[in-house]
């Protein structure tokens, strides 16, 4: 589902454009999906190193705008990333939000929640969970 699909969810008016990173410096949340694809040979920390390069280039360039509000955090591998985003940003911890699927262990997950591939791509709003508090 893209952004656009989940604006009828929204509850208040907003809009979802593209940009250049100095149009961060107003915006009130930026997710952050770049980086490459797993090779099948390739290790987990061979992907982490290499989305850690792309990821410090956006978080540089998003702060730089005067950038104060949310990222989250939706690239593999999610955990790792998450822990880059907070610290190159400067942010605190609450403001980088992981999707709760990527981050809860699929044995906690509530009932119902879709799973295809081992990982969950959708879970209600109800469960999700930003940084150490609820939502």
Not at 19 to 42: F, H, I, M, W, Y
Not at 93 to 111: C, G
Not at 127 to 132: L, Q
Request: hydrophobic letters at 35%.
């Amino acid at each position: 589902m893209g952004l656009n699909d989940g604006l009828p969810f929204a509850g208040s008016p907003m809009t979802i454009r593209t940009g250049d990173d100095s149009d961060c410096k107003d915006a009130d949340v930026v997710v952050l999906t770049a980086g490459v694809n797993q090779d099948p040979e390739e290790s987990r920390w061979d992907l982490v190193e290499k989305n850690t390069r792309i990821f410090e280039s956006i978080i540089d360039s998003v702060m730089k705008s005067g950038f104060n509000g949310i990222f989250i955090v939706a690239t593999n591998p999610v955990d790792v990333l998450s822990y880059v985003t907070w610290k190159y940003s400067g942010l605190p911890p609450e403001r980088v939000i992981v999707p709760a699927p990527y981050w809860i262990p699929p044995a906690s997950l509530p009932a119902g929640t879709s799973l295809p591939g081992g990982y969950a791509h959708c879970a209600p709003i109800s469960s999700a969970n930003t940084g150490i508090r609820s939502c």
